[in-house]
């Protein structure tokens, strides 16, 4: 690139004249909260330029080639609460693609006990709440009939406390729990089974107002909030494709490989933007990148303490990959207990794979595994697979890999909440998004575009713009 100053602008400008001669923005960093904060702007007739420093879109929720394979980096799920998500899938025109349950049915193997392998399930009847979970919760086999009881009451409990009371991100999941009856196998069977997924921390490391939010949501609030929604077609068909796609048909300028250097404002009050080779004027700044990064770019007294941004903790998500030489398990997902192995996934359908089949483990909060050589790993999770899948047995290991996320999320620990910072600034024009920021959510997908929106909003209102009316609404969400 040569050296020069110019306004940020779209490649095509579709909001028509009254957008040509509007506002701008410039919005950095291309995952899900950055796409979204650029669609938003856009369908508001904002002349918007997305930056990102890799070359694809979609953050951490991503595909790559192995051989034959399209591999997502994770296993990446949502639920029907996820309003802002499945908005998000809608906007792009994915939402086939990443269906949902018809309703929530989860198949739980234990293999701790002597006996052997155990299968159990948690699913939901098309009754109200509390009731949708009651016979399941009732016919568990991987509790005994006072811990399910005692489950009933804590889950009361829990619908019973205010997600506004500060105080709950002071107090710890775990202690909450063995406080209101719940043993360390009720923790372990139930609890930490949909919280570490959902959390990426044990309960013991976990907040109670994070945790209240995820199971008030997700289990207590409506009989459908926790169907599961996963990606049949690559991560990247959808958070890259799908999303250049919608952002091309909305106007976006959106330039990959393109890293942020600086970031600072004008006498005038407009930004500049400082690229390799190239300095952006716009009217507003959208930061959508992760903590370390957002506080590297910010400006001077932008927020009153920018050092709290890097006391937000990270939390690994490990992903073991196999490729077996035949089919080894017949349902499309399973969680485990009695085990290291926390959920395994079919991945073969969406990865390309011929023959044979393709299983992923998604192992979160994996602080013992993260840095673990491969043949280290091979050597804990291939016994444990011929422990819950007897098809396995046998089986040829065709290929064995993993991708590891050192930083896959924050570590939602207790006092997490009064370090993420909201989407405004205190330099106005300047707007904060991704998963870390307050959104009241875990760092999830959801989360993400959440932030976005909340971004898209806050500049839009500064802009003078008004909102898109297909904008996602948070009173729509559960």
């Not at 009451?153 to 019973?160: H, P």
């Not at 009695?338 to 483990?361: E, H, K, M, N």
């Not at 050192?406 to 570590?411: G, M, V």
């Not at 806050?458 to 909102?467: Q, T």
Request: hydrophobic content about 45%; proline content about 6%.
């Amino acid at each position: 690139m040569t050296d020069r100053s110019r306004p940020a602008q779209a490649h095509a400008d579709t909001a028509g004249a009254e957008g040509a001669a509007g506002r701008s923005a410039v919005v950095v960093g291309g995952g899900l909260a950055g796409i979204t904060a650029a669609l938003a702007l856009a369908d508001a007739g904002v002349r918007v330029t997305l930056l990102e420093g890799r070359p694809r879109l979609g953050g951490l929720a991503f595909s790559f080639q192995r051989g034959e394979l399209t591999v997502d980096n994770g296993q990446h799920v949502y639920l029907r609460c996820c309003t802002a998500y499945r908005w998000f899938l809608d906007r792009i025109q994915g939402a086939a693609l990443a269906p949902l349950q018809d309703r929530l049915d989860v198949p739980v193997v234990d293999v701790a006990k002597p006996e052997g392998r155990r299968l159990g399930r948690i699913r939901r009847d098309p009754l109200p709440v509390p009731l949708h979970l009651g016979r399941s919760l009732a016919a568990y086999p991987h509790l005994s009939l006072a811990e399910r009881a005692a489950v009933g009451r804590a889950a009361l409990a829990l619908k019973g406390l205010d997600l506004a009371d500060p105080t709950l991100d002071t107090q710890d999941f775990g202690s909450w729990l063995a406080a209101h009856g719940q043993s360390a196998r009720a923790i372990e069977a139930l609890w930490d089974l949909v919280g570490v997924a959902t959390l990426n921390a044990v309960a013991g490391d976990a907040s109670l107002g994070l945790a209240a939010m995820v199971f008030k949501t997700g289990l207590l609030s409506y009989p459908g909030a926790a169907d599961i929604g996963w990606a049949r077609v690559p991560l990247g068909e959808l958070h890259d494709r799908l999303a250049r796609k919608a952002l091309d048909s909305a106007g976006v300028r959106t330039e990959v490989r393109t890293r942020v250097t600086s970031v600072s404002t004008n006498e005038n009050g407009t930004w500049s933007v400082q690229v390799p080779g190239e300095t952006l004027q716009t009217d507003a700044v959208v930061l959508a990148v992760p903590q370390q990064e957002t506080h590297d770019l910010l400006p001077t007294g932008a927020l009153d303490a920018p050092e709290r941004l890097l006391g937000i903790p990270a939390a690994p998500i490990l992903n073991v990959h196999i490729v077996y030489d035949r089919k080894v398990l017949a349902r499309p997902f399973f969680a485990a207990l009695g085990t290291p192995v926390q959920w395994v996934f079919d991945r073969t359908d969406s990865s390309g794979l011929a023959a044979g089949q393709y299983l992923a483990l998604s192992q979160s909060a994996a602080h013992d595994d993260i840095d673990a050589p491969v043949a280290t790993l091979r050597e804990r999770y291939l016994p444990e697979l011929e422990r819950l899948i007897p098809g396995t047995r046998g089986a040829v290991v065709k290929d064995f890999f993993v991708t590891r996320e050192r930083t896959a999320t924050f570590a939602p620990v207790p006092g997490v909440g009064r370090l993420r910072p909201g989407a405004r600034t205190k330099a106005p024009g300047l707007y904060l998004a991704g998963a870390w920021t307050a959104t009241g959510w875990p760092a999830t997908m959801e989360s993400a575009v959440r932030s976005g929106v909340s971004a898209a909003d806050a500049a839009l209102s500064a802009l003078g713009r008004p909102r898109p009316r297909r904008l996602f609404a948070f009173e729509e969400a559960a």
